[in-house]
Each structure stands twice: as structure tokens, then as C-alpha cells.
T-cell receptor, first 109, second 117 residues
Framework: LAKTTQPISMDSYEGQEVNITCSHNNIATNDYITWYQQFPSQGPRFIIQGYKTKVTNEVASLFIPADRKSSTLSLPRVSLSDTAVYYCLVGDSNYQLIWGAGTKLIIKP | NAGVTQTPKFQVLKTGQSMTLQCAQDMNHEYMSWYRQDPGMGLRLIHYSVGAGITDQGEVPNGYNVSRSTTEDFPLRLLSAAPSQTSVYFC????????????????FGPGTRLTVL
């Protein structure tokens, strides 16, 4: 059963770059790594997905080392509206996505 | 394009009652799933479907039934509600459901907040 380990919570300030690291030691060869964001009382929202090296989109970057046992979500120049819970997902033996408790990110003014 | 819709938004049940949570999507996605989320926890997969007529169990299926007669709809039935089923329920759909591969972005509904007394 593939699982992920993330920090329970993180604090940062507006305008800073925030990096959230996720450990997934047992990731399967074919698994992608996916990150979601969830605001209170809302369903999660897809942020970014990658397999190896680096992926960048308009909101975030995802860094994946060669051994793929971890990944880092990077949020550039965060604002108060980035306060949310961030989930790192990989698959289980049936290739279903496993959701951990996530990282609660609090952005301060 | 409404995306994923869920009804009702809120529901209170008494122990032993049954009900159906409705979920519909208009994106022609083959993969649909139901999750529950307890306070401070991540999502746990209840049931999922890879296409019309095909369903399978997730991590916590006991006490719940599903069916998938059309691509658009994926209702979740609580057979005999228990206080342990008090939770927020999310329905999601995606083009692909497997973690093995890309293009499996899940689109979530707004959730149903269920309380069982």
C-alpha cells in the first residue's frame, strides 16, 4: 500500500516562496505524483501532477528527484488566499489514489 | 457546463434510516468515485466506478451501496444509517481513474454534509 508522509502544518508570509515536501518511499514504477488543494467546506482541487524531474504550470512547480521517493510542491509568492490544506497523492496496489491527512498551510500577512 | 453536482448539500438522519446521495457529472467522464472526509482527516475512498455498469469497493465500503446505470450519474446509498457515518461526502469524476498514468485529474462536487443522530 503506497503511502505518503507530509508535514502536518506549515506557516509562511505573503510574498514568500513555500515548499512542501512529500515522502513516498514505496511509489510504484508507473505511478504519477499528484497534488491537490482544499479550502474549508469545499472539495479538493487539482494543482499539479508529475512523473519525474520538474513540472511547472501557472500556479505551482513540482520537483521530483531521480529516485522518486519524494517530491516537493513549490508555491511562488504566496498570498493569503493560498491558505489551505495541500495533499500529495500516489497510488495503492490497485492504482487507486490514497489521500493522507495533508499539510495545513497558513499564510500570514 | 455544471461539472460535478451533488444533492443534497446538508442532511440529518436518524439511526437506521436509509437515503441516497445523488451525484451527476456532465463532462462525459468514465471514472467516478465517492469519498468521505471526517474532521481533520484526508479523504477515504468508499466506492468507485470505471464506467457504466461497473463498480468496485474502495477503502471503506461497508454500509454503502452504489450503482452506475449511466455515465452521468453515480448515486450512493446508505442502507441503515449509523452515527459513525456522520461525515462530509464528496463525489468526484475524472477522464481516467488510475494512479498509473497522467490525465487523471479528479473534479470534485461541493460535498454533502451528513449528520446521523
Amino acid at each position: 500500500l503506497a503511502k505518503t508522509t507530509q508535514p502536518i502544518s506549515m506557516d509562511s508570509y505573503e510574498g514568500q516562496e513555500v515548499n512542501i515536501t512529500c515522502s513516498h518511499n514505496n511509489i510504484a514504477t508507473n505511478d504519477y505524483i499528484t497534488w491537490y488543494q482544499q479550502f474549508p467546506s469545499q472539495g479538493p482541487r487539482f494543482i499539479i501532477q508529475g512523473y519525474k524531474t520538474k513540472v511547472t504550470n501557472e500556479v505551482a512547480s513540482l520537483f521530483i528527484p531521480a529516485d522518486r521517493k519524494s517530491s516537493t510542491l513549490s508555491l511562488p509568492r504566496v498570498s493569503l488566499s493560498d491558505t489551505a490544506v495541500y495533499y500529495c497523492l500516489v497510488g495503492d496496489s490497485n492504482y487507486q489514489l490514497i489521500w493522507g491527512a495533508g499539510t495545513k498551510l497558513i499564510i500570514k500577512p | 457546463n455544471a461539472g460535478v453536482t451533488q444533492t443534497p448539500k446538508f442532511q440529518v438522519l436518524k439511526t437506521g434510516q436509509s437515503m441516497t446521495l445523488q451525484c451527476a457529472q456532465d463532462m462525459n467522464h468514465e471514472y467516478m468515485s465517492w469519498y468521505r472526509q471526517d474532521p481533520g482527516m484526508g479523504l477515504r475512498l468508499i466506492h468507485y466506478s470505471v464506467g457504466a455498469g461497473i463498480t468496485d469497493q474502495g477503502e471503506v465500503p461497508n454500509g454503502y451501496n452504489v450503482s452506475r446505470s449511466t455515465t452521468e450519474d453515480f448515486p450512493l446509498r446508505l442502507l441503515s444509517a449509523a452515527p459513525s457515518q456522520t461525515s462530509v461526502y464528496f463525489c468526484a469524476s475524472s477522464y481516467r481513474g488510475s494512479a498509473s498514468g497522467d490525465d487523471n485529474e479528479q473534479f470534485f462536487g461541493p460535498g454533502t454534509r451528513l449528520t446521523v443522530l
